[in-house]
């Protein structure tokens, strides 16, 4: 990631980087073979380098890592003998400063073998 800014010398340059790890289990269980309630819980291991933030966490100065709480709540509907696949629902990130709840929907194409 990379912002510029123009300044009284010429163009300022700011770099950041930002890495995402996930981490989180789901239960399909709930429903038939072919139309099921999916529910999900983890945990997203965020690290924000120099420069960038998380809400008002971060700063130009140092590195920052957040762990932020997950939440998954969906639709799948996937054929038992394989095919089509589609999957829908809410993600929610727990523990953001700032923005306590941020709900993220999705939606995945795919197939099953």
Do not use: C, K
């Amino acid at each position: 990631m990379s912002a510029s800014a123009p300044s009284s010398s010429g163009t300022d340059t700011a770099h950041t980087s930002f890495v995402a790890i996930p981490l989180s289990v789901s239960y399909l269980g709930i429903g038939s073979l072919r139309h099921m309630f999916e529910v999900g819980a983890g945990a997203t291991i965020a690290m924000v380098g120099e420069g960038g933030s998380i809400g008002n966490v971060g700063s130009a100065s140092a590195s920052t890592t957040l762990v932020l709480g997950t939440v998954t709540t969906g639709y799948r509907f996937q054929p038992a003998d394989g095919g089509f696949l589609f999957r829908g629902g809410l993600s929610t990130f727990i523990g953001i400063p700032d923005a306590p709840v941020i709900p993220w929907p999705y939606v995945a194409l795919g197939g099953a073998f």
